[in-house]
């Protein structure tokens, strides 16, 4: 689904930058259609023209094989075209190179084998470098990062609490690390440790060596960017004929003819996209065209077979088609001999007229060459001292870095040790002042000051008293738990029985009357039920006796 996405919005970013708008489509539709009503009208005509005409076939197997060479013919200019500009960037190439190896050797003159070997030996120092620690490290981030990221994709969508527990989370642990960072700080302030001055040392030349490896691999990638770029450059003043770089007034000029050009290119454009439109029309058309002139061919060689005569308009139509390749073919000999000559003319003269105009700049430029090159002689002398003198500052200023950073560390540690021990100080302190106000006896007779000893004996004896208190009820409870049980189990069984004869009494109490009672509330005589009722009477009895 994404990738069918995708492919949907690229379509639709291409459709919105082509160019073409809806009204611009419907307009072409509409003229498609008209143009479609003035073919269809024109084949109607030729129909009824062509309706009495013979050898027909062989004129259009004619009109074919002359499109088919006239198309060959634009094939073969479109290819010489092409091979002509893959010459002329072809030597282009070669005075490029030319060029270089000029440079080159102009630049190896002054240069000796010790300066070139100490040059490849600190390239292949910082190659090895690079190859050996930066680029594995940066690989292994860069794993750690995908695996992270693996991770956090194959996780479900987290909500807002999820996000809350991890940022409580994150915030514990670097409350943690910072402890340990600070206990690590509080061991490693030994003063007989002499090795944290030497790591401190060396992490501060590793991260030297980091920056400068950045900035080495970004210089190169801006040095290859500049390179490409002024070779385009190079190229684009070759191609358009430009020797010196314009100034002032001249520059400005130059701008304003650009846009000038900038805004004919935009019309030519315009003019080219409503070209290819019609192109794509006219394309439709010649096919539609096309098919109807089969069918109409097919027409013609069914007349000419009813009348006797086929072949006729084929016939007809090779005779015309080979006059006028005889035709064209004469005139473009004679086209081609004249442009031959004229071209070479031309370039004769070009020639010359370029000679004429450098003979005076290249004895203008000798004597600059010249100062040129001494000029890079003063300036790369000028520049070794400078980096030399640059290179001892810098030693300098790192040896002060370092002197005064391990200054700073040692007065942080030694100023959190400072309020550590007056911390220390002052509970101690407190702890001696309350020590000391139990030992000292009041100095009031009156006054009974109660101390910490008192209060706490006074404590421990209420304590005993109540465990005392509560062992004694343990006792009790043990020596009264089976009677206890059987009182309770008594009681329970006394419930059940009151239950079972109040559910009887409700049972009996409505069909009283029908069994013998009398209306004064009495019974007619005393059955064995009375005795059993009785009895249960003194059955319900026993509980509370006993």
């Known amino acids: 689904m994404m990738e069918e996405f995708k492919s949907v919005h690229k379509d639709h970013n291409a459709f919105e930058t082509s160019g073409f708008s809806t009204a611009d489509i419907k307009k072409d539709i509409e003229n498609m259609e008209e143009e479609k009503e003035q073919l269809g009208k024109r084949v109607e005509r030729i129909k009824k023209k062509t309706e009495n005409m013979q050898g027909k076939e062989p004129m259009l197997v004619v009109a074919k094989m002359l499109r088919t060479e006239k198309e060959r013919q634009q094939e073969l200019v479109t290819q010489t075209q092409e091979q002509q500009s893959a010459l002329a960037l072809a030597e282009q190439r070669i005075q490029r190179i030319r060029q270089q190896l000029k440079e080159m050797r102009a630049a190896g003159i002054k240069t000796t084998p010790e300066d070139l070997m100490q040059q490849l030996e600190e390239e292949t120092k910082t190659n090895d470098y690079l190859v050996r620690e930066k680029y594995p490290k940066e690989i292994a981030s860069q794993q750690t990062i995908c695996k992270d990221l693996q991770k956090v994709a194959s996780i479900p969508a987290m909500g807002q609490s999820d996000l809350d527990d991890l940022n409580n989370s994150i915030k514990s642990v670097n409350a943690s690390i910072n402890q340990l960072i ?225 200054l700073w560390d040692e007065y942080n540690s030694l100023e959190s040790k400072h309020h550590l021990l007056s911390c220390q100080m002052d509970i101690v302190q407190v702890e001696e002042k309350k020590v000391q106000s139990e030992e000292e006896p009041s100095m009031d007779a009156q006054e009974k000051r ?66 013998g009672q009398t209306p004064g509330g009495r019974e007619q005589g005393q059955t064995p039920g009375g005795r059993e009722q009785a009895a249960d009477d003194d059955d319900v009895m026993l509980p509370l006796q006993i």
């Open 182 to 406: 600070e206990k690590k700080m509080l061991l490693t302030n030994d003063p007989e440790e002499k090795t944290a001055l030497f790591r401190q040392q060396a992490a501060m030349v590793s991260r030297k060596k980091e920056t400068a490896a950045d900035t080495l691999e970004k210089a190169r990638h801006e040095l290859s960017q500049i390179d490409a770029e002024v070779e385009e450059k190079k190229l684009t003043l070759k191609d358009l004929d430009m020797g010196d770089v314009l100034r002032g007034e001249e520059f400005k000029r130059y701008v304003a003819k650009l846009r000038v050009m900038n805004n004919d290119y935009k019309k030519k454009r315009a003019e080219i996209s409503e070209i290819r439109a019609e192109v794509g029309i006219l394309t439709r058309s010649e096919e539609i065209l096309k098919e109807q002139e089969e069918e109409i061919l097919k027409d013609l060689r069914v007349f000419e077979e009813k009348h006797g005569i086929s072949g006729y308009t084929s016939a007809q139509d090779e005779l015309e088609h080979v006059s006028t390749l005889k035709s064209e073919l004469d005139k473009q000999k004679g086209q081609t001999l004249e442009d031959i000559s004229e071209m070479v003319q031309q370039l004769h003269m070009k020639i010359a007229e370029k000679k004429s105009a450098l003979a005076p700049i290249i004895k203008e430029l000798r004597p600059m060459r010249q100062k040129c090159q001494e000029l890079t002689q003063v300036y790369e002398e000028n520049k070794a001292a400078y980096d030399a003198l640059a290179a001892k500052l810098e030693s300098s200023r790192s040896q002060l870095e370092q002197e005064a950073k391990l």
């Open 450 to 515: 109660v101390t910490l000893r008192e209060n706490y004996n006074r404590l421990v004896q209420e304590q005993e008293t109540l465990g005392k208190q509560l062992r004694e009820k343990q006792k009790s409870i043990r020596e009264n738990h089976d009677g206890n049980i059987k009182q309770m189990k008594m009681w329970k069984d006394f419930m059940r029985l009151m239950e079972c004869k109040q559910s009887v009494v409700q049972g009996e109490t409505p069909g009283g009357r029908e069994h």
